[in-house]
């Protein structure tokens, strides 16, 4: 029985029972568990109704298909993408954060078989769709990873690993005092920006006009990421993000939808320090 005041490497106990997982051999409850330390949320975890064809694909699906975010080792991507020709180091990996119920996350892999997808949400009956798509679509190019995608960044995506970064949609938190919670702040951009390659592509979408300001300001002044529009403005929904149900319903309320593209800098910075300017990394 392992003890971890006498092993320096085994997770301490944070005193919580762990919950049981509702779908055996599927997506833990909380994969970092007390691995790691808390942050404030970016996301609304939800309890919803998973459906029979949901909860089949995740307790089938999940152990080839699925990963938990635990934030205890480096990730081989090729190794993740493996298909029956075995690993796939030429394959380019897209991360995409928050899909919901993954229509348009499995219509870009259709789209796209020449990349992969390695799509995060903490919505379970989200990943068993997604799950259920990619089986009955073929699309042997999508991963659905299960937790916080801080985490992910932050342990386990080796630097310049990722050939983009896609955010749709994601949770405005328009109340004033829920601004910090908004996921697209500077220090989000400074984590994600070394797991990127150089000239991989940021894109972001909402329809919330005042997070899409926000974005726009904080991704230009950002000395790690390059606007792909020579106005410096927004950019057109280029055609590879597919038009949503939800994107409808915004549209329907009267908002507009701003797409970002931005590319992530050639050569990444240092943060300033007091009394320095901002150099190169090395």
């Known amino acids: 029985m392992s003890d971890s005041s006498h092993n320096p ?3 301490r106990s944070s005193g919580r029972v762990q919950a049981a997982p509702r779908f055996p051999g599927g997506p833990s409850p909380d994969p970092a ?9 970016s996301f609304q975890p939800r309890r919803s109704r998973v459906t029979a064809s949901q909860g089949d694909a995740l307790r089938r699906l ?7 975010i635990d934030g205890l080792r480096k990730l081989d991507l090729a190794e993740l993408f493996a ?3 075995g690993p796939r180091p030429d394959l380019p990996v897209v991360l995409e954060i928050g899909f919901g119920m993954g229509e348009a996350t499995a219509q870009m892999a259709a789209a796209d078989p020449g990349t992969g997808i390695l799509a995060v949400d903490v919505h379970t009956p989200g990943q068993g769709n997604l799950l259920g798509l990619a089986e009955r679509g073929g699309l042997t190019n999508v991963r659905v990873a ?3 995608a801080i985490i992910l ?16 949609f994601p949770d405005p938190w328009p109340k004033a005092r829920h601004h910090k919670r908004r996921l697209i702040q500077p220090e989000f951009l400074t984590l994600a920006a070394p797991s990127l390659k150089p000239g991989a592509l940021l894109h972001c979408a909402t329809d919330w006009e005042p997070y899409a300001e926000q974005m726009l ?5 950002h000395p790690d990421f390059e606007n792909t529009q020579p106005d410096g403005g927004y950019a057109p929904r280029p055609a590879f993000r597919p038009f949503t149900r ?5 549209l329907d309320k009267g908002h507009t939808v701003h797409d970002l593209l931005f590319r992530r800098a050639e050569t990444l910075h240092e943060p300033a320090r007091e009394g320095t300017g901002t150099s190169p990394r090395s």
């Open 9 to 11: 490497e085994a997770p």
């Open 83 to 85: 298909d029956e020709t």
């Open 146 to 148: 299960n937790g916080d």
């Open 33 to 41: 568990g007390s691995h790691h330390e808390r942050r404030i949320r």
């Open 246 to 250: 939800f994107e409808g319903q915004g």
């Open 217 to 221: 300001e904080v991704l230009t002044a």
């Open 153 to 168: 960044l932050r342990e386990m995506l080796p630097p310049e690993s990722l050939d983009g970064l896609r955010v749709y």
């Open 62 to 68: 999940w152990p080839t298909w699925g990963l938990d």
